[in-house]
């Protein structure tokens, strides 16, 4: 691994049944990346485009819309993200059926 680049090293998905209602979200996940850091509370999304990624939000923010408190700047590293946690939400999904 380049140490300057960031890699999602572990992946967990946690997700919900389906007769529980909760809108669009369909697991909760927590990513490391580089081993080093862990990040909480992504949500893998049922969008009109199909399932993206969200990311957590400021509970304290009082705007109108949401404010996310943890995000990748780059295409690149949200591409990665994406992928490698919905991926595992396949899988976590395939093993429940």
Same mark, same amino acid.
């Given at each position: 691994m380049d140490q300057h680049k960031i890699e999602v090293t572990k +992946? #967990? @998905?946690y997700p919900f049944k389906e007769v529980a209602y909760i809108g669009h +979200?369909?697991? *909760?996940?927590? *990513? @490391? $990346?580089n081993d080093q850091i862990q990040v909480r509370g992504l949500r893998v999304m049922d969008g009109k485009n199909g399932l993206f990624v969200?990311? &957590? @939000? #400021? &509970?304290f923010y009082k705007g109108e819309d949401?404010?996310?408190?943890v995000f990748p700047i780059t295409a690149e590293l949200r591409q990665? *993200?994406?992928?490698? +946690? $919905?991926e595992k939400y396949d899988?976590?999904?395939?093993?429940?059926?």
């Open positions: +992946v #967990d @998905v +979200v369909k697991a *909760i996940a927590n *990513i @490391v $990346l969200g990311y &957590p @939000v #400021d &509970p949401f404010r996310n408190i990665h *993200i994406e992928k490698s +946690v $919905l899988e976590a999904t395939k093993e429940t059926k």
